[in-house]
């Protein structure tokens, strides 16, 4: 059913993670006959780019460059100090000229998919206005943000001179912290997509929409039951729309030849993964694949580095003997999904929550990379104990049946969105 107004997702914070399930659900909107606008930071535009290649049934219909003129305020963050975050927007509006490079596809079905992404070399992705990771920390904001805020209030103010919206958020952030950023950058939002596990702690639940399982959730938020807030799946691509592509030939062949595990780290903490292949020691029984890792050094017997992603996770998944992830809640449920017993290593707080549901549940070991960092020895004997058959820390039937659940969870979770979109659209 076409929508009979544009819909807008402005995916403009957070990690690939947070992005994919808002992407995922513009493309099916898109292939059912909607129009889609996505207003996103220019660091996903290699992703969209790839993706988009090898969706069925779309064609792109247009590649230009745009310069619109949008018009902001000038914001000054306050970080949290003994309370919450704070924003002072300045009185006097200004304008700003905005280079945007514009993709945009169409379907068969009548359908349009138009991403925009603000070309400017510095300012307009979040990762700028971060402080790098540390174990058992989120990123905090630093108080440039205001400066983000700014850029990205006239980003959305020149999107708007061609269009008028809905507007959808992927934001991960807290629902205050949310409600204090949007009213920076000029917009309300109909529809909150929550893909993270801090939005359970969300005190006006009517307009999110929690994309996550409700097996796999906390169940307690720091102190709060969120038992009762709904879950209603974890987005996952749609095999119809993105063909499996499997695995580059030299990773295929090397999870073939011998029993092996692979370790993926989230974007927040892959800075540890080299920190992990030096703890774990070489072996002629088992193999280790390294994603998203390089080395200069010469590897250890039984090491193997992958350097830049792997467009096919669900197929390393499926090959390896062990998976060893940073505990997100996408990765997480892919993991279960596969049905490949797991190693957790969390490196911030929401991670560390998912990683002790999914031990509560008997269904991986975890870890803190902290803690590993300081004393990887636990973490090695697990690996070890693994691949020589005394592995005690997950249950084959408890694993079975989660996968399962979280099958069921899946299938439904993209139609299900969809349908709400659309209502939205009408």
Request: aromatic share 10%; glycine share 10%; charged share 20%.
């Amino acid at each position: 059913m076409a929508a009979s107004k544009g819909l807008c997702i402005i995916a403009n914070m957070g990690t690939l993670g947070d992005f994919k399930p808002a992407f995922l659900a513009a493309v099916c909107l898109a292939r059912e006959g909607g129009h889609v606008v996505v207003l996103a930071q220019p660091k996903d535009e290699p992703f969209v780019v790839q993706k988009m290649g090898t969706a069925v049934g779309f064609a792109q219909c247009e590649e230009a460059q745009l310069q619109l003129e949008g018009e902001c305020q000038q914001h000054t963050f306050y970080p949290p100090v003994g309370g919450p975050p704070k924003v002072v927007s300045g009185e006097e509006f200004h304008f700003v000229s905005y280079q945007f490079q514009k993709l945009a596809y169409e379907t068969k079905e009548g359908g349009s998919l138009v991403f925009y992404f603000p070309t400017a070399k510095q300012g307009m992705n979040e990762e700028e206005y971060q402080t790098a990771s540390e174990p058992g920390k989120a990123a905090f904001k630093k108080d440039t943000f205001g400066d983000f805020l700014s850029l990205w209030q006239g980003a959305v103010s020149a999107l708007r001179s061609q269009e008028s919206f809905i507007f959808v958020t992927n934001c991960y952030d807290r629902e205050g912290n949310m409600a204090l950023f949007e009213k920076a950058m000029g917009f309300s939002t109909s529809l909150k997509l929550r893909v993270g596990h801090l939005g359970l702690g969300d005190a006006d639940l009517s307009d999110k929409w929690h994309a996550t399982s409700n097996l796999l959730a906390p169940q307690k938020l720091f102190g709060k039951d969120v038992t009762g807030v709904e879950k209603r799946g974890v987005i996952v691509e749609p095999r119809d729309v993105f063909p499996a592509q499997g695995l580059p030939a030299e990773v295929a062949g090397f999870l073939e030849a011998k029993p092996s595990a692979v370790v993926v780290l989230s974007s927040v903490s892959v800075q540890w993964t080299n920190a992990i292949r030096d703890l774990l020691p070489g072996s002629d029984a088992y193999q280790v694949l390294f994603v998203n890792a390089a080395s200069a050094e010469p590897l250890k017997a039984g090491h193997c580095c992958f350097p830049v992603p792997l467009a096919d996770l669900d197929a390393a998944f499926a090959a390896a003997a062990l998976v060893v992830h940073g505990g997100g809640v996408g990765v997480s449920e892919q993991a279960v999904r596969s049905g490949t017993p797991s190693i957790c290593l969390s490196s911030m707080v929401e991670q560390e929550l998912n990683g002790s549901r999914l031990e509560a549940l008997g269904l991986t070991k975890h870890f803190t990379i902290g803690d590993v960092l300081q004393d990887g020895a636990g973490f090695v004997s697990t690996v070890e104990d693994f691949f020589e058959g005394k592995a005690t820390f997950y249950h084959s039937a408890a694993l079975q049946s989660a996968q399962e659940e979280v099958l069921r969870e899946s299938a439904s979770a993209l139609p299900a969105l969809c349908a709400r979109l659309q209502e939205l659209a009408q």
